[in-house]
């Protein structure tokens, strides 16, 4: 009797501490649409940012690739990638460190695909 308290004391006590963890993999995206022709750069300093997909929910949706500014200057584009069983975002990288791009910017119908400030 005094065996079966202890072990279920020990359950209780282990159930307060546990946790539960709820992942949802939806696996890797769809191969990169290819693209025919890359559109002329719009001027010095930018950066050709190809197509890639995201995950949005349950499934991938398509970025199209773009010209663009660094998010600072020496900034390098390191490419959004999965590497079989996570995604990983693309960011921006340098001397000033990571910089993420940010997906709401995809949303907004009136953007400008410019950083239209200096962020050194």
Same mark, same amino acid.
């Given at each position: ?53 995201? =995950? ?7 970025? !199209? /690739? %773009? #010209? ?6 020496? $900034?390098?584009?390191?490419? =959004? ?7 990983? !975002? /693309? %960011? #921006? ?6 910089? $993420? ?12 695909? !410019? ?6």
């Amino acid at each position: 009797m005094k065996t079966k308290l202890m072990v279920l004391t020990l359950f209780a006590a282990g159930a307060v501490f546990a946790q539960l963890s709820v992942g949802i993999r939806i696996g890797a995206p769809p191969a990169p649409r290819v693209v025919r022709v890359q559109p002329r750069s719009p001027g010095e300093g930018y950066t050709w940012i190809s197509g890639y997909w995201y =995950p949005v929910g349950g499934h991938y949706k398509w970025h !199209d /690739g %773009y #010209w663009t500014r660094p998010a600072y200057s020496g $900034a390098q584009w390191v490419a =959004p990638h999965h590497d079989g069983s996570r995604y990983y !975002d /693309g %960011y #921006w990288e340098g001397s000033h460190g990571q910089v $993420a791009h940010d997906h709401r910017w995809d949303r907004d119908r009136n953007h400008n695909r !410019d950083y239209n400030h200096d962020r050194q």
